[in-house]
């Protein structure tokens, strides 16, 4: 079945490292999406990718960056810069660029230790 | 910039009973509508999307959702709610033209069924 594979499911991380969220799919989507949800919060959007090697900034890019070297993967790299990284993080696909609706993940939580 | 809001934070209804959930969109023209649900600790998953013409749009698990361009609206509705429908429901808005792409969140309704 197509669809959005993101690992791990949790993730811990000590003050100071950069963490790798994965995000593959198989559903041959251009666009690919991060988004971060924080409890009692709707989503907010991390970075976005329309095409190969290409990612624009969104609304809360700062301590996060990500890599776009293939169509079918998407990883979200958590710097130390990122002072309150704990969260649930969304991987997030959509056919084009004109959105359809997205197909998501299933999520990775992460938790800062 | 577009903007969403959902105002009821928290609903309960009663198993069999009638639904409507609320949002409200700020664009400056029409956007595309969409509705998706999340259970606890998983994804979202679309139900239902509004690009143009029809104004009520049905989606999965006997959802629709109406259009309202004079209200701003766009209202999630179940005739009679199951045990299953347990769960948080956002309404995201997407900008047309040279911004589509990125959807806006609303912050989300959960629902709760009563049996």
Redesign the interface.
């Known amino acids: 079945d197509g669809g ?1 594979t ?1 690992s791990p499911k949790y993730l811990f991380r000590k003050e100071g490292q950069n963490v790798t969220l994965s995000c593959e799919q198989n559903l041959n989507h251009d ?1 690919m999406y991060w ?1 971060r949800q924080d409890p ?4 907010r ?1 991390i970075y ?1 990718s ?1 095409i190969v090697n290409d990612f624009q900034k ?1 609304d809360i890019a700062e301590g996060y960056s990500v890599s776009r070297e293939k169509k079918e993967s998407f990883p979200l790299t958590v710097t130390s810069a990122q002072k309150n990284p704990t969260a649930f993080y ?1 991987c ?1 696909s ?1 056919v ?12 990775t ?1 992460l938790t800062v230790v | 910039a577009q903007s969403v809001t959902q105002p009821d934070i928290h609903i309960t209804v009663s198993e069999g009973a009638s639904l409507e959930l609320r949002c409200n969109y700020s664009y400056g023209a029409t956007p595309y509508l969409f509705w998706y649900v999340q259970s606890p600790g998983q994804g979202l998953q679309l139900l239902l999307k509004y690009f143009s013409g029809d104004t009520l749009v049905q989606g999965i698990k006997g959802f629709e959702a109406e259009f309202k361009r004079s209200q701003s609206s766009f209202n999630l509705r179940k005739p009679s709610v199951h045990w299953s429908d347990a769960a948080e429901y956002f309404c995201a808005v997407d900008p047309t033209g040279t911004n589509a792409g990125k959807s806006t969140f609303g912050d989300g309704t959960t629902l709760t069924v009563k049996p």
């Open positions: 959005i993101q666009a988004y009692g919060q709707g989503l959007l976005y329309q969104g969304l997030a959509s084009t660029r004109a959105n359809y609706g997205y197909t998501f993940g299933s999520g939580r």
